[in-house]
């Protein structure tokens, strides 16, 4: 249970992020929010 | 589409070209090296068959079984505890590819924790895989982690009560030598250590080894750590030991630390429980750069030094502490573990033929023992 729970916290907070990334205006801000995007893609496919 | 979207698009593809290229080398850890077993092996099982609460999980693992035609003591080895510890797994390995039991029975289990072997230490820069020569070419094996991966077995509490009783930190909760006896519906590493004591159990093991390795600077080192129950046996060891010249230490398991293969093994399985340990260089913390030649060669300048400094444990020199010297560290201690056995308890006999000789893989090396790749 607490492991679909943790699945959908990290969910919610990796689109939260994709929607960051686009409404973003500045750039570095803009990387930023990628780069911490690439370890909740990784947690979230189980892979790191 | 406004420019600072069209930016944000392509930094997402960026994201996801490098979680694809990151993700694919990550998952390569998932791989299981290649172990051709002796024409002589009797049976292979799995953990999951001692209990089947870990069958399609990370924490399964082969159980290799060596039966004899006569009757005699049965012995359990376990490698790959701490799968960054590789001379334990490596001599498990030696010992599935080559032996021959001819009386007595001799359970391998090589990755004993399995999910461990599925990740690297974060900020440790270790090498995932090392490579020994064999005459038909190289063979890879994995370096993994002294815990298991935090993928299976998440979260970590801030502090752990293991089943013992013993209060750890909470990363020590994934550390399979703090988890015995186990848990039936524990987290994956006490269901682990649930497994292995179901073996010792099912198998009625008379002697039960645990290969380990530790870092030069550490004192439990080049040691026979013993339960209380096996204490004649570890004397007996040693003196057979030293006067093959090996040179090696007795520990008395101490009965206030809980959760450890030495002690809940006797404690709670009743079998006769004993840790080995040996130097191992690349798992110091004065090590320099890690590497896979440094795992297997052993030689580092910094462990010079430390021990001219007085610091360490064991003779420590130009020549380093390589993998063929701590094998064969194992597989010596091994056979006379098997031969003081004999000795105190003469129906226990466990008749290993086709045993690495431990002077000879000083000699010649690990590779001319391992099975060249099929």
């Known amino acids: ?48 | 589409m406004k420019k600072h979207q069209a930016t944000a698009f392509l930094l997402l593809l960026l994201a996801a070209l490098v979680c694809f290229f990151a993700g694919r080398e990550f998952l390569t850890m998932h791989e299981e090296e290649a172990v051709y077993p002796s024409p002589h092996l009797t049976i292979k099982k799995r953990l999951s068959d001692y209990f089947p609460g870990l069958k399609n999980s990370p924490g399964d693992s082969s159980v290799y079984i060596f039966e004899g035609q006569k009757m005699g003591g049965t012995l359990l080895i376990l490698g790959g505890t701490h799968p960054n510890e590789p001379a334990g797994f490596i001599t498990a390995v030696l010992l599935v590819e080559n032996l021959e039991v001819t009386q007595g029975k001799v359970i391998i289990v090589p990755r004993a924790n399995n999910s461990g072997f599925m990740h690297s230490d974060p900020q440790e820069g270790n090498p995932q895989r090392y490579s020994l020569s064999t005459p038909g070419g190289p063979r890879w094996f994995r370096y993994g982690s002294r815990l298991t991966n935090p993928i299976h077995q998440w979260p970590d509490s801030v502090l752990y009560v293991n089943p013992a009783g013993q209060k750890l930190s909470g990363t020590e909760s994934r550390n399979l030598n703090r988890s015995y006896p186990g848990r039936k519906h524990g987290k994956l590493t006490e269901k682990i250590a649930y497994a292995i004591m179901q073996v010792i159990d099912n198998e009625k093991a008379d002697l039960a080894v645990d290969l380990h390795e530790a870092a030069p600077e550490y004192p439990v080192i080049n040691a026979i750590v013993f339960h209380e129950n096996s204490a004649e046996l570890a004397a007996v060891t040693l003196m057979t030991l030293q006067m093959e010249g090996v040179d090696i230490r007795l520990e008395a398991s101490p009965p206030n630390l809980r959760g450890l293969s030495h002690r809940e093994w006797g404690d709670f399985a009743k079998t006769r429980a004993v840790l080995l340990e040996t130097a191992n260089t690349s798992h110091g913390r004065l090590k320099g750069r890690p590497s896979a030649t440094l795992i297997i060669n052993g030689k580092d300048k910094n462990y010079m030094k430390a021990a001219q400094l007085g610091l360490l444990f064991v003779p420590f020199d130009e020549d380093g502490i390589s993998l063929k010297q701590r094998v064969s560290r194992h597989l010596a201690s091994l056979r006379a573990l098997v031969s003081g056995l004999h000795e105190l308890h003469p129906d226990l006999c466990i008749q290993l033929d086709n045993l690495p000789n431990p002077i000879e893989v000083q000699k010649v090396g690990i590779g001319p023992y391992l099975t060249p790749s099929k």
């Open chain 1, 1 to 48: 249970m607490i492991q679909i729970i943790y699945h959908f916290l990290v969910l919610y907070l990796t689109f939260h992020l994709i929607w960051f990334v686009i409404r973003e205006k500045k750039f570095w801000n803009q990387l930023s929010g990628v780069i911490v995007l690439i370890m909740f893609l990784l947690r979230l496919l189980l892979i790191k």
